[in-house]
């Protein structure tokens, strides 16, 4: 019975993690170009009681053996890079990828990231950053006189000036991991590489299987909530299925202290 109640509790802190899991999912709902989660479980080791071929006479074998298993824990979480459904908003300096890639950009820290989420702005000197301040790389500055700027598919950045002028302002890049699983995630939409990504490699938007430039939309979540909602009843049923197993070995425990 004291193996049951352990291998409930793993589980219960497995289940716990997954709800934990499901619950940032679904409070990024509606966050740009968030990428929902998935956590991998994994069964612990066995305690062999008898091994599979033992020999039970002179000239014959057992088939099975008998190992008991000791729980359960979680063997790996990690994001899922699906593209999310795209949202219009018209915002000049509003850019989606359509297909693969994640911007990189220079955070405040001198730091390399890489990110999907699109909602660029210009700064006090022209340059193009995200919201916490995030440079896109390589760096391209608006003039202070553009009218207006046109992005093309490929990541052209176009200025339009006063007299009808037009002046290509820089060429975005686009970069892309042979692992994107083995990211790590930084929060406010920033991934940073690890020896479980690999390097970026770079190139330009719509070349080498990278994606394309869209301006004027975003990329939404790609959460799923009534998927989310299923799995969320799911673990839950299994949370209560552990802690039912933990109350009877406990009543099982409690009978047989009880004998006389």
Known sequence: MIRALSAAATGLEAQSANIERISNDLANVNTDAYKRGRIEFKDLMYETIKEPGAQLGASSQTPVGVQRGMGVKVGGAHKIFEQGPAKMTNNQLDLMI???????????????????TGAFHRDVGGKVVLS?????LPEITIPPTAQSVQIGPSGEFKAFLPGGQEAVIGQMQL????????????GEG?????????TP???VPGENGLGVISQGALEGSNVNVANSMVDLIATQRAYEMNTKVMSVADQMMGATTNIK
């Open 175 to 186: 970069v892309t991991f042979i692992n994107e699983e083995g990211l790590v995630a930084q």
């Open 201 to 203: 490699l770079q190139g």
């Open 132 to 136: 916490n301040g995030a440079r896109i």
């Open 190 to 198: 920033i991934y940073k590489a690890s020896q479980a990504s690999g």
């Open 98 to 116: 359509e297909g693969a890639g994640f911007f990189p950009v220079q955070m405040p820290n001198g730091e390399i990231g890489y990110t999907r």
